[in-house]
């Protein structure tokens, strides 16, 4: 018999769990979601591309765990919490295809948005800007929908600079990105799960719109990084 679930943290409606998501998210049965907010390993090819950033990235531990990840399984394991599925995960142009073919197969509907990032490196090697994120939306309907932002909140396309000064991981995404996904997806008081949370962009997000929260993490180090984000978001 397995070891009760007992959270990393627990504080104002957001909960973290230490381990694998595909341990973790069969436990997780009697909580149910709103929305799957998340940023999942991309499909990265190392030798692809140029420049020193790049290769910055390939020389991290932690992108090691990263590569040649299948999302089938945490697709199957996110749909069985959600009364409705209602998934948005950031991806490369590599997993793009997958995640139609798997959205087709299981009669789910299917769209593509993009974060661009107009400060991106200049192009190398006969390559296009890498001034582009994919960002994949998996959903049934009907889902939630808040209305009543501005017009721009709902454009496909996120403008945003790619991150500077300090960063507590090395694909950590901008919050505001976090919080446009979940200000229009997640009903007021809702809840979200976040599978692969990562330093806690989307709990800190969840956190300043009121929404309550469980992200899981088998980073260890990743986790008190992100208890100390929401702790000092909360302070502010």
């Known amino acids: ?15 973290i769990y230490h381990g694998d998501c595909l341990e973790i998210l069969p436990r997780l049965t009697a909580k149910k979601f709103d929305l799957v907010l998340t940023d999942p390993p991309y499909l990265f090819k190392a030798g692809v591309g140029g420049g020193g950033l790049k290769a910055k990235i390939f020389d991290d ?11 089938q399984a945490f697709l199957a394991g ?5 009364p409705r599925l209602n998934l948005v995960a950031t991806c490369s142009r590599d997993l793009v295809p997958l995640y ?15 974060w661009h990032k107009p400060n991106a490196p200049p ?22 929908f808040r209305q009543g932002y501005p ?24 919050l505001e990105l976090m919080k ?9 008081g809702g809840r979200l799960l976040d ?13 300043e719109l009121g929404l309550s929260a469980v992200g899981i993490e088998r980073d260890k180090s990743d986790c008190k990084n992100a208890v100390d984000r929401l702790r000092a978001a909360r302070k502010e």
């Not at 192009?123 to 939630?144: A, C, N, Q």
């Open 151 to 174: 017009s721009a909140h709902y454009s496909k396309v996120f403008t945003h600079g790619t991150m500077r000064g300090k960063k507590y991981h090395v694909t950590q995404k901008p």
């Open 123 to 144: 192009f190398t090697h006969g390559t296009f800007k890498s001034d582009v994120e994919y960002i994949t939306l998996l959903y049934k309907l009907p889902r939630p």
């Open 195 to 207: 599978p692969f949370m990562g330093s806690g962009t989307t709990l800190v997000a969840a956190q």
């Open 1 to 15: 018999m397995p070891r009760p679930l007992k959270p990393f943290f627990a504080e104002n409606g957001i909960e």
């Open 78 to 82: 996110v749909a069985e919490l959600q």
């Open 180 to 188: 446009k996904y979940a200000s229009i997806l997640c009903p007021v």
């Open 61 to 71: 531990p932690k992108f090691l765990t990263m590569c040649n990840f299948d999302p």
């Open 100 to 114: 139609a073919r798997m959205a087709l197969e299981a009669r789910w509907e299917f769209d593509v948005h993009v």
